[in-house]
């Protein structure tokens, strides 16, 4: 009798927890059992390994060989066990020696031929192996993916027989080259482009120095998609933890992640028919939604009055927290969705300039207003209107260009860093605490505050949102303290909260 341990990693969300790959050949009747809660392309690996050992040259055992996958309440997908479970019965079966596998984690699909096929999901399992110490051999097509993990040997393989032989004392495998250098991101959209508008252009600036989530009501043809669309190009670049994050979602979301722009802010526009689950995320084996993969970038809703209410309604709890919760019969998963909400919708049904020259009937209002719930709007920092753009100063706007995307990013990028050395976070995530210590107020602020709160019937949310937006206002202006003008310039981004829309 015969045991051998190897180790890979399952996928579980976005974490990568550890799993050991038992193999005991024992006599008895042939017979090949995979254990430990494989998933129906885990049981399979049966016939996959079976061919790719024996087209490798090598001899599969006629023994009885149980393959347990430990733990066992860890459910297992996917064919990226193949690999380990070959190499478990070469080495049960004295064809292969794997003492140099003791700390290597082995990932790769194997093809009836014995070539390793690429594996999908790859990165945070590579992420958890440098955390843990080990080194990693994966399929040669996974390179791209594995050179976005610095300081993590990382041997790369194309086929069974490749593998076996470098562990027999053959060549050794060949190892993943260093990360290029990003690019930072071009932009190919410029606000500059954008006639007008300039409150929008000024609110704009501010959801973007401070992270802040921003509604935008007008007709049709104001501006609101365009301004929308242009948020990610007065953007600061993403710090590399952002970038490795958001690529972790990516990776298990089977899309490709490119080394040479991996910094670009994300923009992610889903269409008013989409459902709550493409939305949120979910599936048996629960997927990234939308929110996820805009996660450290920007979500953007056209036509916010359009999508389904229960659809809208699922973005309450990441608004707040920064993540969605999944929950499954198989099992529960946690994914990051730290986005930055930019919605923009009409007036009313009929696309009016306003809801006072609105021919609408007040039934049709009503209906259209009642698609929004209160406590999704109370968690929008950012509410103005757009009006309809004068000729005059349309024309006149192609003589005169407005302000470059380059010249506010800067601005942002400044706002942004004194943020980062005052608290260790943008402003839109100050908790309580910080809240305290970056917002204060002297006496006569307080006062001018609490009549905006009743006169708005503002809630506690809101009270603080209007504290974080006008400490973003102030950083902009380069100053200290909130004084008088940035929080009536804060509250007046809040007075949608009056109309309730």
């Not at 001899?59 to 060989?65: L, T």
Request: net charge positive; glycine share 8%.
């Amino acid at each position: 009798m015969s045991l051998t341990q190897l180790i890979t990693r399952a996928q579980l969300g976005i974490s990568a927890p550890e799993v050991c790959v038992e193999v005991h050949i024992s006599g008895g009747l042939p017979a090949f059992t995979v254990v430990g809660l494989p998933e129906t392309t885990v049981r399979e690996a049966r016939d996959r390994v079976r061919s790719a050992i024996i087209n490798s040259g090598f001899e599969f055992p006629a023994r009885r060989i149980t393959v347990n996958l430990a733990p066992a309440d860890l459910p297992k997908e996917g064919g990226r066990y193949d690999l380990s479970i070959a190499l478990g019965i070469l080495a049960a079966s004295n064809q292969v020696n794997v003492t140099t596998l003791r700390n290597v984690a082995c990932f790769g699909e194997l093809a009836l031929s014995g070539e390793c096929r690429k594996i999908e999901g790859l990165l945070p399992a590579l992420i958890a192996s440098k955390k843990a110490g080990q080194a990693v051999t994966i399929p040669d097509q996974n390179a791209p993916e594995a050179m976005l993990v610095r300081a993590l040997p990382v041997q790369l393989s194309s086929s069974l027989a490749q593998v076996c032989a470098s562990l027999n004392g053959g060549e050794p495998l060949p190892l993943a080259g260093s990360r290029p250098e990003p690019k930072l991101p071009g932009y190919r959209l410029d606000l500059a482009e954008v006639r007008g508008q300039y409150q929008a252009k000024r609110a704009l600036e501010i959801a973007a120095a401070g992270g802040h989530h921003m509604l935008m009501m007008g007709p049709p043809g104001t501006g609101k998609s365009m301004l929308a669309r242009r948020l990610n190009s007065i953007l600061p670049p993403m710090s590399e933890e952002e970038a490795m994050s958001l690529a972790s979602i990516r990776s298990i979301s089977q899309q490709p992640v490119d080394p040479h722009s991996w910094l670009e802010r994300p923009f992610q526009s889903p269409h008013h028919t989409v459902s709550g689950v493409a939305l949120a995320g979910g599936g048996g084996n629960p997927k990234p939604g939308e929110i996820s993969l805009a996660h450290n970038g920007v979500l953007f809703l056209d036509e916010l009055t359009e999508f389904r209410r229960g659809v809208i309604e699922v973005l309450r709890e990441p608004l707040e927290t920064g993540q969605i919760h999944i929950s499954r019969a198989s099992g529960k998963a946690i994914f990051p969705a730290k986005f930055q909400l930019i919605a923009a919708l009409n007036p009313c049904p009929g696309g009016c300039d306003s809801i006072k020259t609105c021919d609408c009937s007040p039934q049709q209002l009503s209906r259209y207003r009642n698609k929004l719930s209160a406590p999704l709007l109370d968690r929008i920092d950012i509410q103005i209107e757009l009006g309809r753009l004068p000729h005059d100063e349309m024309l006149g706007e192609t003589k005169r260009p407005g302000e470059t995307s380059e010249r506010v990013r800067q601005r942002v990028c400044a706002a942004r860093h004194r943020q980062l050395a005052r608290q260790g976070c943008i402003n839109a995530n100050l908790d309580n605490r910080q809240l305290i210590e970056a917002c204060r107020l002297d006496n006569r602020l307080e006062q001018i505050l609490v009549r905006a709160i009743d006169k708005l019937r503002l809630s506690a949310r809101s009270y603080h949102k209007l504290l974080k937006l006008a400490r973003t206002i102030a950083d902009l202006s380069q100053s200290d303290q909130i004084t008088e003008t940035h929080l009536a310039e804060a509250i007046s981004y809040r007075q949608r909260d009056r109309k309730r829309m």
